[in-house]
Nanobody
Framework: QVQLVESGGGLVQAGGSLRLSCAAS????????MAWYRQTPGKRRELVAT???????NYADSVKARFTISRDNAKNILYLQMNSLKPEDTAVYYC??????????????WGRGTQVTVSS
């Protein structure tokens, strides 16, 4: 019913920047909070940043002042601007969205992830 598709990942040198995007499509009435998570092999998925429908943001301490989350409500797109990247930012990044479907039910949706690799 809902598809989240991430893009923008890749290989970058330490100190570089990447911009991730996540496009939501399907039977969407509206989207509440959206978020980026990341996961490395053998570790739990960790929250990177969240943004409410009205633009209130929160960040993990490890990415504050380096990453910026934003969204385009008209297009149902989520962004993550990542600056001053570090090797420890290497992970698969996942998009998450609390979607209100046209049926008025709520769907906790996830994308399939996009790989970010930061070389030292």
């Amino acid at each position: 019913q809902v598809q989240l598709v991430e893009s923008g990942g890749g290989l970058v040198q330490a100190g570089g920047s990447l911009r991730l995007s996540c496009a939501a499509s399907g039977s969407i009435l509206s989207i509440n909070t959206m978020a980026w998570y990341r996961q490395t092999p053998g570790k739990r998925r960790e929250l990177v940043a969240t943004i409410t429908r009205y633009g209130t943001t929160n960040y993990a301490d490890s990415v504050k002042a380096r990453f910026t989350i934003s969204r385009d409500n008209a297009k149902n797109i989520l962004y993550l601007q990542m600056n001053s990247l570090k090797p420890e930012d290497t992970a698969v990044y996942y998009c998450n969205a609390a979607v209100i479907l046209i049926t008025h039910s709520v769907d906790d949706s996830w994308g399939r992830g996009t790989q970010v690799t930061v070389s030292s």
